[in-house]
């Protein structure tokens, strides 16, 4: 891709950062700085491009719903995965007090969201809780291809004290034989998950991975089949963006998951991982400055899959 259209793009994002603030539930978090904005593409041969603070470290928070859902039907299988959890958009919104009602009878919506997330995570399997989170991090590392990839341990704790919700979501999945097990272990596989710590360059791979249907682009191994490559694309359609999903498809059209931590992961199928870092989000949760960069780059190079 064109240096100077990494640029422009970023130059455009940057205009709307003043007009969102960062996810505030935990300090953390809360405490980003706003104005910072970062791109990093990735083709489909490994050639990585970047703009911005693109080596800036976040949580992937929401992103990594991807991550665990791809590990669960690697592990698993479609039917394992999909008689805990549906493949329906909710329309809720990313902080919307959860739908308690429909989980006291039915499967949680989706994968993308809080409850879909955690019935998957549940699934991931291992000897014990350590091993379940070891294959969890490899694997994270493996699809980012970064061999460093860590756990902040800092957010992991914040999320694991103030998680209430969280906690009450899965009681709930547990009483109606959705989750078999220890809750407590498999939230704070979640909780893990959630604070996978990573740039914009290790999303660019991974989004760049699933442009590529499956392939990590920098070493050539095929890491997620294809046909689980395709469900994933699809649910990130539907669901990626929180309620603001079908707008999205509208106005970028492209395969995308984002995260509270700031994050946004969009594939250009067969062409681009594309990955964007602003912590200033929107009301509806999605990386404002990140937002209009995708919004530009889709619109000047024609990316939209529709
Ligand atoms: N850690 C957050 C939670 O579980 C993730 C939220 C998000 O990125 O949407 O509530």
Known sequence: ?????????????????????????????????????????????????????????????????????????????????????????????????????????NKPFNPMINAGAIAVTSTIRGGSLEERKKISIEFARKITGNPDLDVDYEVFRSEAETGFK??????????????????????????????????????????????????????????????TVKLVRSLMVTCGMYDYSGEFAATVGLPSKSGVGGGIISCAIGQYGLATYGPALDDKGNSIGGLKMLEYLSEEMDLSIF
């Open 1 to 105: 891709m064109d240096q100077e259209m990494l640029q422009r793009a970023l130059a455009h994002g940057r205009r709307f950062v003043r007009y969102g603030k960062p996810a505030s539930y935990i300090p953390e978090l809360a405490s980003k700085d706003p104005s910072k904005l970062g791109l990093a593409v990735c083709d489909m041969k490994g050639n990585i491009q970047t703009v911005g603070n693109c080596e800036d470290k976040f949580t992937m928070q929401s992103i990594s719903k991807v991550i665990a859902l791809i590990l669960a039907l690697e592990q698993n299988g479609f039917d394992n995965v999909f008689s805990k959890v549906g493949l329906e958009p909710t329309g809720d919104s990313f902080n919307s007090t959860v739908r308690l009602d429909h989980l006291t009878n």
């Open 166 to 227: 969280n906690r009450a979501i899965i009681y709930l999945m547990r009483s109606n034989g959705i989750i078999e097990g220890s809750c407590e272990e498999h939230l704070e596989l979640y909780f893990l998950f959630c604070s996978l710590a990573c740039s914009c360059r290790d999303l660019s791979v991974f989004a760049a991975t699933l442009a590529n249907n499956g392939v990590n682009p920098l070493t050539g191994e095929q890491l997620i089949q294809p046909h």
